[in-house]
Every structure is written in C-alpha cells, then in structure tokens.
C-alpha cells in the first residue's frame, strides 16, 4: 500500500433543449436558421452523497484520474455518480457483510474488520477527513491544492493520519481507491466509465469475451482499436 501511486498511473499499473423561434410560414425553409444540437442532459443528481460529501468525492475523483489526452476527468468520466450509486446499494448497506461482532483488530492478511457497512464508512470517513484538513490546513478537502491533496491521500495510504473522530485512516483509503478504480473501470451501466474511455484507452473489447483471435493479431506492439460493448449494448 506504502507504495502506491494514489494518480491515474496506478490504476495503469495494477483506465436541456435549445429554445428556437418560431418560423413564419411565408419564409422558405432555406433561410430558416438551422437547428442547433440539443444540450446534452445534466448529470444526475446523487442519492447518497450530501453536498459536502459530493464535493470531496469529486475532488478525489479528479485527482487520481485528472483529464488528459487519454480520458476526461475522473467526473466527467461518471466516477462520482458511480461512488454514490454503489453506497446507496446493497453493497454500500453492507448486505452481505456479517455484522455481528466481535469486533477485534484484525491482522493486514483479515481484510475489513470495522463494524461499518461501507456508507457508513465512506461518510464517516469525509467527515473527519474534512475535519482534519480544516484544522491542519483551514478550509475542506475540495479546496487544497492539489500538493496537498496528494500528500494527505498518501498518507492516508499508508495509515499515517489521525482522524479526529479516531477512525483509522487505510481502511477509508482502501474503500476509496477501490471504488474510484471500479468507476473508471466498470461497465457504464452502472454510472461509470461514461463512453467506454477507460475501456478504449486499455483497448478493453467490454462484455465479449471472445477476444482470442484479435490477442493473436495484434501481439505484435500494435494498438488494438476496440469497439468495446457494455451490458447496456447486449439489450
């Protein structure tokens, strides 16, 4: 964990209408103005994430996965939304973690010990990563530079902050790389990876898995332009 990049590279390592006046009826079609494009959709509105919560989740969106000449940014890329859709889940409610204690430290090898579901985690986990930030550097998360950004994030890389409300700091790390990672990664069905970017920058072919004869052909060093399919795609 100490060594990881908290950036982009590591994930490499481990990718409204337009309102249009009306035409007289006189007027020949070829000089109506033509039709602008309609304005793409706004994103969707969060579930789970409060207003504060929202900022600091999309704050550590851009910052591992910062726009380039490979993809957007880690929100324009649906990360944040994908963060948000997962905790309002089954998964964030931790349906399918056994809750009943005892709760003991465990060793690094025995994974998730707390007696947190992942919501709870997560929210608790901004509160008092934000809380932090203000003492140590006066204002919220969202609003470091983005040194220090990256300085707080390794150290909670590497269990070295101490959260004011006493939770410890990797677990919180681990469930946010883990998810960053899986909203840049993940099918765009479930609010992330908008496009398929992350897929066509890894020349990742999506839900076919019959991707034996293209391995052969282009084992030679030359880029595979994938045409990836999601879930959505096969319906």
Request: proline share 9%.
């Amino acid at each position: 964990m100490a060594d990881r990049k908290v950036g982009r590279r590591a994930f490499l390592l481990a990718a409204g209408a337009v309102g249009a006046g009306q035409v007289d009826a006189q007027t020949p079609a070829a000089s109506a103005p033509a039709a602008k494009p309609a304005a793409p959709p706004p994103p969707p509105g969060y579930v789970f994430l409060k207003p504060a919560e929202a900022a600091f989740v999309e704050a550590v969106c851009d910052h591992m996965i910062p726009a380039d000449e490979l993809t957007p940014s880690g929100v324009d890329l649906g990360v944040a939304v994908f963060i948000d859709r997962a905790l309002a889940s089954g998964w964030g409610k931790g349906d399918r973690l056994y809750l009943q204690g005892p709760w003991k430290t465990g060793t690094p090898n025995q994974g998730y010990q707390l007696a947190l579901t992942p919501a709870e985690l997560y929210r608790a986990g901004i509160s008092q990563a934000n809380a932090w930030c203000r003492k140590t550097h006066g204002k919220a998360f969202d609003r470091l530079t983005g040194d220090q950004k990256e300085a707080f994030l390794q150290a909670l890389s590497k269990g070295a902050v101490q959260l004011p409300g006493g939770l410890p700091s990797q677990p919180f790390f681990d469930v946010i790389y883990q998810t960053v990672m899986e909203g840049m990664f993940a099918d765009p069905v479930y609010g992330g990876n908008r496009d398929k970017a992350a897929w066509k920058m890894l020349g990742f072919p999506g839900v076919m898995a019959n991707n034996a004869a293209n391995i052969g052909i282009y084992n030679d060093g030359r880029r595979f332009p994938a045409k990836p399919l999601s879930i959505a795609d096969m319906s």
